[in-house]
């Protein structure tokens, strides 16, 4: 971008609004909106915290067993879904209401059902991210050149050979979007489901933040959770970039 | 050097020369929502020549092959490989798509090798193989390079190095030319002239060109069009040892060319 004849940096508008949050907060408006400098500091001494690592921990382990259940069984189903109209007729109607159900209504049932810890929260991560995995590798399902089956068929291919070496890479460029875009969900999932449980890592902490009005706390963990997300869509968006060669030969 | 026009009256199979190595019995396709696309149609294929299927554009000679191939399944009749019934792919018979049907993610020598690699014949081996065939259809050099790096007349050679890289007895081949530019496309019967003699396998070939079928062609089967029937098989007996323009001046040549022409004008309209 230019402004000017000046050559303006990608991330300048970060900067702005950094400076913003700077002012707001100095002007003591609200108790909400800590100014950003005491916040980061608040950070730096929350890193320091052991609690902070703990939380920092079961946040990475939950979203990573949620993330991988939600792939290992969400990319399978939707292919098998867009190769087969039975299946598809079976499930496409249930995926469709999750993914736009309020889905922070069911954890509570996971909850009563596999109580506070962990597994809930992993469930919850699988909860969010699964559906749009499943649409996405459908979708891409939908896009296999219907020669490359008939190739496979004609070569003699099983149908694990043909799912493994021709449908999975043909479907690729979608189901990775979907893995993208369910990772997002993840955050969210392992977020919310935190939140919900309210017992264990950020949950408690937010928890704790919050019922005692600590917000430097809050905005520091918040900070920490966006920089997270981020970072996700960021690696996720490099590894799609790299299939993008096959995605447009692909006809 | 001389045509000779059989005149076929369906259903009866046509009296061949060789051995057929594949029989089409009686067979007829009608599309889901009623489209008849062939109407018994009784054909053998001889061993070790190349037939061509030709007819007007949308008569049904993809449909035919596609049924050989046992990719598609006849609403009657049956297909004899080898005197026996076939209702499904096999490693027999192997085939050269008209869109090339390359995986855009593997490597020339991954795709020609395929057919290998699916049953399960150790990679140093099909790699050789695949090799040997790349080798053989012009594209040495070009063996770790992926389909997006090639022309189109590459991308078709690749096909058919897997088709012959699985030995086959039958090559069957949907309209393979199509999509190739016209020099590629001379270029590429030329070479293909020359497997057919080397290879000694049996070539099934549907083009929708005159003149590409009588070039490469043994025995030309004109389909009428939709439903398909036969209308007519024709032998065409050509010095394909001769150099490539003698033969696209060969009075045979040039009189078959122009005999097809005056059949299939019937079929315009």
């Not at chain 1, 921990?57 to 939707?78: K, Q, Y």
């Not at chain 1, 098998?80 to 889905?103: E, H, K, Q």
């Not at chain 2, 009256?9 to 062939?38: C, D, F, H, M, Q």
């Amino acid at each position: 971008m230019e402004f000017k004849g000046y050559r303006i940096p990608a991330m300048a508008s970060l900067v702005i609004w950094a400076v913003l949050w700077e002012i707001v907060g100095r002007l003591g408006l609200t108790i909400l909106i800590p100014p950003l400098s005491t916040t980061l500091e608040k950070l730096a001494e929350i890193a320091a915290n052991e609690s902070f690592w703990d939380a920092m921990a079961i946040t990475m382990r939950t979203f990573l067993w949620g993330s991988a259940i939600a792939i290992v069984v969400g990319v399978p189903l939707g292919i098998l879904m867009g190769r087969s109209v039975i299946l598809d007729r079976m499930l496409l109607p249930w995926v469709n209401t999750f993914i736009s159900a309020p889905l922070s209504a069911i954890v509570p049932v996971i909850m009563a059902v596999f109580g506070f810890g962990e597994t809930t929260i992993i469930l919850t991560v699988v909860l969010f991210a699964i559906w749009i995995i499943i649409l996405d590798a459908r979708a891409g399902a939908h896009a296999i050149s219907p020669s490359l089956v008939e190739m496979a068929r004609v070569y003699g291919a099983s149908p694990r050979q043909a799912f493994a070496k021709i449908y999975v890479w043909s479907a690729l460029p979608e189901i990775l979007t979907g893995i993208r875009l369910g990772l997002l969900r993840a955050v969210k999932g392992v977020i919310i489901g935190q939140l919900l449980v309210s017992v264990v890592g950020f949950g408690r902490l937010f928890e704790i933040y919050s019922s005692n009005f600590l917000m430097e706390h809050m905005w520091a963990l918040l900070i920490v959770l966006f920089a997270l997300a981020f970072l996700i869509d960021l690696a996720f968006g490099a590894i799609e970039r790299r299939v993008d060669h096959f995605a447009s030969s692909r006809s | 050097m001389t045509v000779t026009a059989i005149h076929a009256p369906t259903p009866a199979a046509a009296p061949v020369p060789a051995a057929p190595i594949v029989e089409v019995r009686n067979i007829s396709k009608i599309y889901p929502g009623g489209v008849e696309a062939l109407n018994n149609i009784s054909l053998s294929f001889p061993e070790g020549e190349l037939t061509s299927l030709l007819g007007p554009s949308g008569c049904g000679k993809t449909t035919l092959l596609k049924i050989i191939a046992g990719l598609l399944q006849p609403t009657a009749g049956e297909v004899l490989v080898r005197g026996r019934r076939v209702t499904a792919p096999g490693p027999e018979r192997s085939f050269v798509f008209q869109d090339f049907a390359l995986m855009p993610w593997a490597t020339v020598i991954r795709n020609a090798a395929f057919g290998l690699e699916l049953r399960g014949v150790a990679r140093s081996e099909r790699e050789a193989v695949a090799e040997k065939y790349i080798a053989s259809v012009g594209l040495k050099g070009f063996e770790r390079k992926y389909p997006h790096e090639l022309s189109g007349g590459m991308r078709q050679r690749v096909g058919l190095a897997r088709a012959l890289a699985v030995n086959a007895d039958i090559v069957m081949m949907d309209e393979p030319f199509s999509a190739v530019d016209e020099q590629t496309r001379r270029q590429f019967q030329e070479d293909l002239l020359r497997l057919v003699a080397t290879e000694r396998k049996t070539f099934l070939f549907v083009t929708h060109s005159i003149e590409e079928a009588v070039y490469v062609s043994n025995r030309i089967v004109l389909l009428s069009r939709r439903p398909s029937r036969v209308s007519e098989i024709i032998d065409v007996d050509l010095p394909r040892e001769s150099d490539p323009e003698q033969i696209r001046r060969h009075p045979t040549y040039l009189d078959a060319v122009e005999g097809i022409w005056q059949t299939l004008k019937h079929y315009l309209d």
